[in-house]
């Protein structure tokens, strides 16, 4: 039978159905094209022969030409172990396999000239090699095998199968013969000539057979933008349809209320990213398309000012706007903070959460109803279905990260036409990540910090330095500034760590006690009444010290605070760390930011000490977060997937992520719908491609 990309592996000759199905159950390749997609993922140079006695105690994997002139079988139960004997003409060395001997025991051949390959190492006095490569001369030459070889990505079910490395590659040097000829081309040939890269066919063949690194790296390059540039082409097109081809609201007019705020109640000079953002907001909200942005800023970059200047534009065009906060802590200081900014204007403000009283909430309730509401504040209270809007034009949702795509649709439900949705985040997250996990928003980055702040001093103390350390919170706060110990707390291990943070607080309780000192603690068993308590003292000032745990991550804004103490800080991540130092620099004071740890912690744990001591711009401390952690951890539990990529990687491939989304919005700028003759080929692929990675279509 004739073999195509759509043939299961299971008819390429040494594969059979019990390989086939651990090919399927290991790496996830089923079909010969499958197969053809696995990428090496490095190269080794195979033109160099050495002698046996060039070996040295440093070798890497070397390579020899010889003949094997004995092999068995041994070990205890009889065939856990294959040794053999190879001799380069000059000297000998033992061939030793743990895993598979049965198997490779028929694939070696005897007294014929080999190829081996692999990492000499000493057992027993003499030098060995476990698991090498062997291949017979004839087959290597016929190949021309002395250049660069593939390495791919096995596992140990499969490597026992003869499916390793090398086995794969023969796999798919057999795979190859029968396919090559049906593999066809899947992008213009202009973009091919613009970009200059190889055609898809050529890429296969050079990606697995290269003769030069170059070329390997240009077909690499070509087969990971033809999956990002299909992936972008896919989001974009869900994008189109969740904006321009979703109606809004028209918010027409920048008016009254929004130039009586700039000119008059504008407590100081937009930055230039705000100027920026809120120009680009503008725009949006007047397409009579519906705005679905993320903005993304760093913690005190200055988001609530934009957020407000938005919501007064719509409600100079006659819409109610709406604050969505994750917490009530923060729906709180927002209200505050806004309505002490609009104090002179003729707006109506109001604040729902889940602790407002029924007596208050009707009143409200009916002002959002009758439309005489202008700008509400809240939290996930205002989700539920008694709250009922006249006329909502614009959400705006802070901290993101804790709000779901289905409770972001909630709110949509309450107005006819889709309000306008603004989505901040002060957790910055990559680029190219946000491109990909947001593909549906439209992104804007406030990427300045307003004039006069001072970058926050971080340092790395270990416990030996707590003396000190103790010292400088005196000083800081014998010049009135306030302290925040904050202690780690993690699920897992909860009580443990409820012990650490009350050992922590009773001993910084020695060092400062009353009256001089005092200290404010907040953690999550205590009730939401006293931690609302101890927390309005720590703002106004009457505690000099709060001892928390991660609870005041998110946006409390104390200025006045100008040191920060993470105990412990080995555990916790870097955007974690990054926020809660966040809570610090807030006023004109400079402010400093110490990281306790134990002596010993990991490698990981010391790259992302270094990262917080090094900088305080969140985007950089994003990308090192990415890059420790990956794209999918970064996302966390609660978004919805990634996109399943087979051959490009979002971390590794950024820049190749930007030029496919560059190329595929210029693409659908002029052919929306791919029906030009030289898009015909990115037509016919797009629906091929997504029944192939059925996951792309649910992103966002
Ligand atoms: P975040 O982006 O973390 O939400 P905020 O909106 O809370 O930041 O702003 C942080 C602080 O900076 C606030 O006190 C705010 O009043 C102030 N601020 C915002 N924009 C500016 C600006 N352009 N110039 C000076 N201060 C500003
Ligand atoms: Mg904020």
Redesign the pocket.
Known sequence: MSINLESSVAYLKGVGPKRAELLQSELGVQTCFDLIQHLPFRYEDRSIFYKISDISAESSALQFKGKILKKTLVGAKKGSRLVAVFNDGDKELELVWFKGAKWILNQIPLKVDVIIYGRPTVFAGKWNIAHPEVERADAFEKRRGGGLHPVYSSTEKLSARGLNSPGLARLIRSAWAEIYSDIDETLPDNLLAELKMPTRRKAFEQVHFPRTPSEADKALKRLKFEELLYLQLVLLKQKKATTVDLPGVRFEKVGEKFNEFFEKHL?????GA?KIVIKEIRVDVNTGRHMNRLLQ?????????VALMTSLLAIDNGFQACIMAPTEILARQHAE?ISDLLREMDVRVEIITGSTKKSDRKPILEGLADGSVDLIIGTHALIEPTVVFKNLGFVVI?EQHRFGVAQRSKLWAKARLAPHVLV?T?TPIPRTLAMTAYGDLDISV?DEL???RKEIITAHRTDAGRLSVFAFVEKQISQGRQVYFVYPLIEESATIDHKDLMDGYESISRRFPLPKFRIGIVHGRMKPADKEIEMKRFVSGESQILVATTVIEV?V?V?NATLMVIESAERFGLSQMHQLR?RVG?GGDQSYCVLMTKDEFGKEARRRLETMCRTNDGFEIAEVDMEIRGPGDIMGTQQSGLPDLRMADIQKDKDLMITARYIAKRVLDVDAELERDEHSSLRNNLDRMLKDRPNWSQIS
């Open positions: 407590p100081f000079e937009l930055t705000q800023g760093d913690v005190g970059s200055g988001k609530t000012i903070g802070d901040m002060a406030l307003p004039p006069g946006g804004n200025p966040g807030r």
